[in-house]
């Protein structure tokens, strides 16, 4: 198709760059706020701003809440498609009991999961959640939408969007190209170490562009790699599901032959049994952990083939010091707490593998590398809205020749997927806090309106940058930039002002209790209030001198890729 | 300590990226008028490269061998980020890392 | 400048993103499904064996999507996609049997 490997390596990047940058865009931003989902939750949530908890007593606080727990009408209603027949109202067949904690949550993640006797897949098991106070169990209702951890968070490799995993697919195939974008770009940039701190500002936009987006590009370059590869790698068996298809036999022998070497029951015995103490368990666990030199905390509690004589108990560690995600896990039988299992030391793949994961997952607690993490995820939003800016500006001239709209489509888009994303996000955190924390009758739950509102926003925003776009058929700036950065300028200082309104945490209460979820929420809205407005009195100026700097720009225009 | 050594490691990185930054004709030009000898470039590469190893070093006396690998990769993409940025708005600030070369 | 040469029609770009897209898919199933299979036989854990073949995997895609785009030619990309996915998938398959 090309003459050369570097013509056709930079056909493949503009092209795909562009078309999935869209959708980068929205991955490595919420992936970025991720980092901090937590601490979003917190701010979200007021009932759950007090300190991180460790895990608590099984026995007295948790079984309990357990044993009368049963799915929610949602839960049933959901698995309805995978039963043939009418779905039961109770569910006495527990297939397991979990508990998960880290070192950033206050509250804590429980779930259960129920036998369904018909189910079409004789294994599926109907799964329900809670979240709950570790302090004194109190259930969180349903319907305060945690939009860190449980929105921004599965945004990033969803999209929230479900039917047919479809989500999923765009995100992967994003990845795929996020790794050819990164790839084809060293190919494409000649300069490579000589144009390492090269930032040109006062240059045409286009050279002042270019340099940024291979500035952004360049110094992060492996965690861009790393993040898109290690994404991928997560969900592999998404992607090529072969255990679950072609080599599922494989699979099913394996997991036989597992369960007989590991000692832990496959399936249950049929016979009841009591459950012993599971305190007693998690203080052998971690008593066995200190020995091996690797002492910690509860991460995840996991029961399976509850009341049943093949229970087992499951105690994995917290994993707080190290980037792999191990688990160390001890394994004991429910009826009598003797230890069936001590998970071996890693193989060599398996630690490959929980590294990469671990990598992107972040478990860990490592406060500066949490933010340089942010750093290198906002790093790759410049990079690609730099990539979309340096697309228009250097095509705009042309499409005005021939008569195209093409130029208008893709700087909308633009502004969609930069300023309009950000105004979303900064919209669903005002309807938070405007949100009465009981929604009246009739009304949707209040994390469902939370949600509309989030995509209304950035349906209003992109509408708006579209209606705008007109100059850019003549070469100019689309006022909607800079129309976006004044409205995020008033926006994010809103949302600090109704959090302290609605729930009296204001920044000098929480920064001097050092209460940092809430603070640095704060904080970092104000600085992206305060970023928009330069950026808008910066565009504003740009546009007033535009005529002057169009015949600067003819001298610039054929800026060649280096 | 961990916070003194993690501030030191992002200090050295910093000032490690200066200085191969400097090492650079074009970047020593912004800072300094004076054209640079080629004694200077190799002496401020070794500054560099030796900066940016201590940095490395004090990484890895804070954390575990992975974690701490990775916290300097991570350094070493912000560093290059500030210094290249520091470059484009304020390169006067860099004076201090060409100061014991200006003569030269 | 990034623009391809005027006399390349539409349906060769598309056959060029379906290869990399759908073509790489096939030999990319193929290659992790072979590699799990095989690695499995000689001995190593399943789960072992089946993140090593994906984490090469995913390397081996990218690498062949760059390639589908700049080959010289398109058919011989489409055919060494199609033909040793296949033959790969089928071996995986054989090896399946002989284990099971």
Redesign the interface.
Known sequence: ???N?R????????WFGLVLGFVLMAVFFFGALSVFDREIDRWAVPESRFDPQPMPSFDNLLRPIFEKMQPTKTDIEQFAPFAKGPMQERYDTVVTWGAYTTHRDPILNIFAGYEVPNAIEHDAALFTSRTIDPRDGKIFPDDSLKIGSRFFYPLHYSLNFHWMSLGYWIVG?AS?IM??AL??GVVMHRKFF?E??????KKSTQRSTLDLHN??GV??L??HFFFA?TG??IF?GIY?P??HT??E???D??ELH?AAETGLPHDRAGVAAPIASVDAMVAEAKRRWAERGMGGDVGFLALRHVGDANGYVSVYRAGT????LTGEGIHFKASTGEVLREDPPS?A??S??E??TG?HLQH?R?W??RW??V??GL?GCVCIATGFIFFVEKRKRQYVKQGSQNARVVDALAVTTVTGMLIAAVGMLIGNRLLPVTVPEGWPPRGDIEIYIFWATWVVAMAHAFLRSGPVAQARLNPAWIDQCLALAVLAPAAVLLNWITTGDHLVKTISEGYWPVAGMDLSLLVTAGLSFVAARHLRRKTQTESVAATNDIEDAEVQ?G | MDNLLLTAAAVLCVSGMAWLALAMDVHWKQVNKNPQSAQTVKVLRMLGYAALFVSLVCCLAVDHATMASLVWIMLLAGSALSVALTLSWRPRLLRLFALPFASA | MATASPTISTRHIIGRIGAGILGGYAFVWGTIALLHAALYALGMPFHDAEHLSSIIGFLLYLTVFLWAFAAQNLTRVWLIFIVSGVVMAASASLIQHLLV
Do not use: C
């Not at chain 1, 013509?7 to 503009?14: K, Q």
């Not at chain 1, 010091?321 to 792999?324: L, V």
């Open positions: 198709m090309f003459q490997f013509l056709s390596m930079a056909w493949l990047h503009t195939f795929l790794l050819a790839v084809s000589r390492l701190f090269t930032f040109r500002p500035l952004t110094v992060a492996p965690f590869f991928l790698v592999a090529f072969i255990s072609q080599l036999k494989l699979h022998q394996h597992e010091d190290r980037i792999a193989t793949v398996e490959v593998n590294f990469l990598l860990f490592h500066m590398l340089l993490y750093l290198g790093a890729h």
